[in-house]
């Protein structure tokens, strides 16, 4: 028998996406965002959501255009402060010490500190109440070598992402140990 | 100097998610999906995507209603084995030997294995591509009484979701170690 819960955003595991974007003058931001996933896979595309108080909110309406760049577990406290501070008030690029990069493909920054990042064009905006959810179709990727896996894939035991607790445990993780292999393990059902 | 790669759906962590839908004649379906995550905060809202040839696309397009279950570790297998037949082709819940609940909110079926499942009552549908980006409002939540902790919602070390690697290492992982409080760590960096 299940308790009821009122309605809450929880859905395990929760990403943590570092989105890079311009804004006036070309002042490179990067803000961390945990509400997207993939949403296409032909376009290949991903989405993700924003509140209109934010900057990068403008700055996407603006330039059509972002980066979401993946943090590995080393960059857990670079995440958090990259989703505590605004654009507004500071420039986070310098803050942190990053080198903003313009992707060649998007009209958007990205940091290089970070193990690979998607490269997104703008293909819809849906407004959806408090947030506002971005459509990007991923156009290219930049990635270090060292993480890439089987097909020159970024390889998720090398890139080490963050996993986001949200409500019930506001806390960081790293990635656990392996259970087994996707499109086999089932088989034992068959 | 990063590598420029071609574009792919890859976006670490990638969740995994099980959506109970009915079909006609009210025949209860479960299926497993990667693409998909929280879009809004309020109201709150979940987005899943499906391809057309899917059972379950056509049975939230005619219940305009799904359920989105979170399974653990343990049950890596089973969230394998739904991902890989079609409702199409199988009673999933009775192979699985699942019992098939109905949410007391949505018109959609979820089984009582897995430590939380979400009640979603579709409230857009976006054409994309391949893919089929449904969203749904979350009306309740459904969850084992041990799996909570803050606050009353689903602590992620309790219910030890699945983690999918994707392309790269097409494996499942477990949840790992803690790398520390959010909207807290960050505060070294001010």
Partial sequence: MKKALPP???????PVLIIGTYGQQGKPNLATASWGGICCSEPPCVAVSFRKATLTYHNIIESKAFTVGIPCSDQAALADYLGMVSGKDENKFERCHLIAQKSAKVNAPFADDFPYTL????IHTFEFGLHTQFVGQIVGILADEKIL????????????PIIYGSFGSSNY???????GRAFSLGKKIF
Same sequence: chains 1, 2.
């Fill in 119 to 122: 490269e997104c064009k703008l």
């Fill in 173 to 179: 993780y790293a990635l656990g140990e392996k259970l």
């Fill in 149 to 160: 896996g089987e097909g020159g894939a970024p390889d998720i035991e090398k890139v080490k």
């Fill in 8 to 14: 809450q955003t929880i859905l395990h595991p929760h």
